[in-house]
């Protein structure tokens, strides 16, 4: 059985899939400098999330990695499966 997963963690990955999003926007709403609150950190680590470099730091986008989709769309699922 494979770990729960955090809501903040949930909260990103969606936020990432919402739209394109660049590393400077991502890196100005989900930088921290809490030891506690890792969650752009723990996702890179991770597999979850991607920066696709293409050109300026302005113009590379994050973006979910099949892992990270995986992680939310289990996440809905599992959801609309609980009453």
């Excluded at 926007?25 to 809490?34: G, L």
Aim: charged share 25%.
């Amino acid at each position: 059985m494979s770990e729960p997963v955090s809501p903040l963690r949930l909260e990103f990955l969606a936020w990432i899939a919402s739209r394109r999003r660049t590393y400077i926007e991502a890196m100005e709403a989900w930088r921290s400098t809490c030891p506690r609150h890792t969650v752009w950190e723990d996702a890179i680590i991770d597999g979850l999330i991607r920066v696709d470099s293409k050109g300026s730091v302005q113009q590379s986008a994050v973006i979910l990695t099949p892992k990270g989709k995986a992680i939310l769309d289990g996440n809905a699922s599992n959801r609309s499966t609980q009453p």
